[in-house]
């Protein structure tokens, strides 16, 4: 593991008599992706403003590559060296080009190499075609792109996002995610991202960190999280839904297989062979029976041991060990019918259309 | 209607005919205006970036006491003006009472509120967040004040427009202060109360119309700066 970019140590934050943030120790490895996930009033936007040097620690020390920011210089130097994006765009009433091109200027950055980043930065996020166009009149995607493009063209060594897919509608949003991580992938960037929603979490970070009242209550791997959540909170939080990592071993007509833990599990999509993948399957999609059902559309059938029965209201949630994880919700009277307890055999089936592919 | 005949045909031929008098009293006003609301330009967007960027207590007591200040009555000013500036007043070591600078003075006193009351709430409009968004691209202080000021530009222009608006029409404090002295401290507004009073109605209102004109004059120039550029 290399040295991390970013460490905090002791971080503490009070608004008047109340402690608003409160972080032991918290590294970031360069070209690591780590999401702040949390519900709302949970602390991620303070602690990724203090991370980003816009709000002073109350106590404690934060090292970028290892040398404490202690002086207003040093944090003015700091926050010229990382960038943070918003959930509004935030743009300025001038052309989307004079947008990108706002945080060279500042930086006092040549005419020719900030025309040449703009481009660069616009091309990346394909809004080449709006560059003369006034920021008062995209569409809200066409300003968040702008806004993202504008970090990048700064080549921030670490970038901040502070929830910035949370005010677009969904196809807006799935379309940037994927350009966001494609970026990601080819700029090697160390990100923080604050989000609520597990999935985008799930999409773009290595590292996931669940945040509840000011402290981070868990930090771990995207799966070790999802899978093993260290408390109640983060498994409400969290929904415990099944994340597996696995390798393509075959493809063909649109449906791959991947090798999970020993096991096969059956997706749709087109993947290279060998390719990494994160697979999740949501606990709603999973079905339970005690014989495997040979009628059934389910490609995914896993035997398996169950370790534990959650009662949700009219449902309950049945975790199970089938070498790997996997959570399935089934209602009460199937419960009953099928007479499930701790420690029964089962067969958990699922169709490859349930299979979510995470992150690749 | 024959009188404001009169007075148009008079405010055209003194217009016309470049009246030695006309013009002194109008580049008097044009200048102690002009200069009263960059005086108050300055002080009052510095008093607006203060009170709209910073944190302080009494922060609302301060904004309600500016925004009463929008109000100021110029006859009030005038007095106080006048008092400060009495040979036996405080400041009264300047000699300047009953001079151009001291209508500079009354006139920046009324205009410098109006254009921190409004500076303030056109700072306050920028969205919350646009400050911390400048300075996490690396904006240093200074930095980050001109574009807050770049981006709250239009209704700032506003503000300036309120502010000289404000007093190239006011005529309280400049009569007490300025003594509407001929060819010295005689300004568009007193002379038009001076002739207005001695009934020389077709003057008076050659002088109400040229002080019309020069206000829509400078506003159309404002006007411009304010919508130029605006890109689509």
Redesign the interface.
Known sequence: MSAPILAVRALEVWRGSIQVLAIPSFTLQPGSVTALIGPNGSGKSTLL?TL?S?IEPTAGAICFHGNPLQTRQER?LY??????V?Q?S?L????VRSNLG??LK??DSPRAERAKRVEEAAARFGITHLL???AR?LSGGEAQRTSLA?AFA?GPEIL?LDEPFSALDPPTREALIDDLARVLRETRTTVVLATHDQLEAMRLADVLAVMHQGRIAQLGGVAEVINHPVDEFVAAFVGMETVLDGMVIACSQGLFTASVGGTHVQALGEEALGAQVRVGVRPENVTLSLFQETCSSALNHFPGTITRIVPKGPYSKVELDCGFFLAALVTARSLEELNLREKSRVIASFKATAVHVLRK | MGLIWEGIKEALRLLFTLDPEVLKITLLSLKVSVLATLVSLFLGIGAGLLIALNRFPGKHLIISLVNTGMGLPPVVVGLFVTIMLWRNGPLGFFEILYTPTAIVIAQAIIATPIIAGISVAALQQLPPNLRLQILSLGATRRQLVWLLVQEARLPLLAAVMAGFGGVISEVGASIMVGGNIKGYSRVLTTATVMETSKGNFDVAIALSLILLLLAFSVNAVLTYLQQRKRPR
Request: charged share 30%; aromatic share 14%.
């Open positions: 403003q980003a816009l003015y926050r010229r060296r990382v960038t943070l918003f509004e935030l300025f009433d001038a052309t706002a945080g500042l930086h003369d166009r006034s009149n504008r700064l901040f």
